[in-house]
């Protein structure tokens, strides 16, 4: 039986904030190498132009990604152990962070089919 999405049952704005910070951790241009403890530390965080943003091959829509900006978000990420406060304040994704099955990354990265 596989494990089944969302089990600590993110709100839709925690899940959609942390399925984005989960593929900007895998951009070496963005994301710091794993800590001592695989933390995954994000030294920038993507700005829409227009109507969207680009995360690596990926396309965000604005919409799906206010969480970015919310310090309310990271609390909640932060008390379900899934993000901790890395350098001048942005997130760094814990190992549970960065293996957490959010269900939802494909609904809100849109990739290219070519």
Do not use: C, W
């Not at 943003?53 to 919409?63: D, K, L, Y």
């Not at 890395?86 to 089919?113: E, F, H, N, S």
Request: proline share 10%; hydrophobic share 40%; aromatic share 4%.
């Amino acid at each position: 039986m596989t494990a089944r999405p969302n089990p600590l049952k993110l709100n839709p704005l925690q899940a959609k904030t942390l399925a984005i910070l989960q593929e900007l951790a895998k951009m070496p241009e963005i994301a710091s190498p794993p800590d001592e403890e695989g933390a995954v530390a994000l030294r920038h965080l993507p700005h829409a132009h227009g109507d969207h943003f680009h995360v690596g091959s990926a396309v965000v829509r604005s919409r799906d990604a206010t969480g970015l900006f919310n310090p309310s978000v990271y609390g909640a990420l932060e008390r379900k152990g899934l993000v901790k406060p890395g350098p001048r304040g942005l997130p760094a994704l814990t190992v549970a962070g960065l293996a957490y099955d959010t269900g939802i990354a494909d609904q809100i990265l849109y990739r290219a089919d070519h």
